[in-house]
């Protein structure tokens, strides 16, 4: 009994270990995107002069 509910504690935590990666790459890209369309949004609400000005002071 010991056995079988030590070697299914550690397929579990191997599946975890091997699923780090992917998850952690999931959530850098769902952090990413989330970023980059709240600054489209944002230059989306902004008049052309605008950003004009923004460019020529960068």
């Not at 709240?38 to 605008?50: A, G, I, L």
């Amino acid at each position: 009994m010991l056995n079988k509910v030590l070697s299914t504690l550690i397929i579990i935590t191997g599946a975890v270990f091997l699923s780090y990666p992917w998850i952690s790459n999931w959530l850098f890209e769902h952090r990413t995107n989330s970023i980059v369309n709240s600054y489209q949004e944002n230059m989306d609400k902004t008049d052309d002069t605008m950003q004009e000005e923004m460019l020529l002071r960068a």
